[in-house]
């Protein structure tokens, strides 16, 4: 869900940024949202391909329940 407040042609907290600041052109906020769209991308991809790495912490912490 945040990957499409932060993407266009959505990207309602861009459209915030821009009205708070602006001076900025939305160009240049579109622009530095970038890199954290392809994180969130990354990670997505990281879930499909080894979805136990969604649980090895919570494994790590309490336990495999058996």
Do not use: H, R
Request: aromatic share 6%; hydrophobic share 60%; charged share 5%.
């Amino acid at each position: 869900m945040e990957i499409g407040l932060i993407s266009p042609p959505v990207g309602l907290n861009l459209y915030v940024i821009n009205g708070i600041a602006q001076d900025i052109l939305l160009k240049t906020i579109l622009t530095g949202s970038l890199p954290f769209v392809a994180c969130m991308i990354l990670a997505i991809v990281l879930l499909c391909l080894f979805p136990e790495l969604a649980t090895w912490l919570p494994n790590l912490v309490m336990g495999t329940i058996i």
